[in-house]
């Protein structure tokens, strides 16, 4: 039922403190990966992106880490706020063969604690 | 705001009837695209345009639902024949794609989402 869907994995973070959140992506033909924030009650929000030639990328407090041998990304947020609490979702893309359509990972619930 | 806009935000309707959503892009984006998410889950990928034209769809697009761009601008999703399966947050998001180097990037912006509910 519905409440299997509501058991996202949790990460629970003092404020001030930097968080790591984890993604295993599923394609390894996938080409490009975004990370998204999705507040309660709102559509996602776009944080930073990264390609598949690329294995870090650093945008402002944000670094996103792409480890392509074992198909993992991860999202660090240094020095997290309580603005930070939200669902992070990794996404991936298969572009460059044509199909354009992004594939959501699970999610994971960030919670900072003040 | 100048951001990817949806109307209704919220719809609550009886088994069986007939909903329709709107989706405005951001104004310069070519291509839009329709996601449906359920509670606690990441969102499904259901259709995408390019313009006018309606490139993919997602076997979860069943025949009750059929999407629109008529004028490669706003997009309506059409539910017919509503069921209780079919409650969830549809979101829409608009890109435009650009060449760099190599490839293009896809990156996509969201709209707030439609929250159905289908009694």
């Known amino acids: 039922g519905e409440s299997v869907g509501l058991h996202l994995p949790t990460l629970s973070v003092q404020e001030g403190d930097n968080s790591i959140i984890n993604c295993a992506y599923s394609n390894s033909a996938s080409d490009y990966f975004i990370w998204y924030k999705q507040e309660s009650g709102k559509g996602p929000q776009f944080i930073i992106d990264?390609?598949?030639?690329?294995d870090k990328r650093q945008g402002q407090r944000v670094t996103v880490l792409l480890n392509k041998t074992v198909k993992h990304l991860s999202l660090q947020i240094a020095a997290t706020q309580p603005g930070d609490s939200a669902v992070y979702f990794c996404?991936?893309?298969?572009?460059?063969?044509?199909?354009?359509?992004?594939?959501f990972g699970t999610g994971t619930r960030l919670t900072i604690i003040p | 705001d100048t951001g990817v806009s949806q109307d209704p935000r919220h719809k609550i309707t009886k088994r069986g009837q007939n909903v329709t959503f709107r989706c405005d892009p951001i104004s310069e984006h070519n291509r839009l695209y329709w996601y449906r998410q359920t509670l606690g889950q990441g969102p499904e990928f259901l259709t995408y345009f390019q313009n006018e034209a309606q490139l993919e769809k997602s076997r979860l697009l069943s025949d009750r639902f059929s999407a629109e761009r008529p004028k490669g601008s706003f997009s309506t999703l059409e539910i017919q024949r509503t069921e209780q399966g079919d409650s969830a947050m549809y979101l829409c998001a608009s890109s435009l794609e650009w060449q760099i180097y190599q490839g293009s990037y896809n990156e996509q912006f969201f709209g707030p989402g439609t929250r159905l509910t289908v009694l």
């Open positions: 990264i390609r598949s030639n690329m």
């Open positions: 996404a991936e893309n298969l572009h460059n063969f044509g199909n354009e359509k992004l594939t």
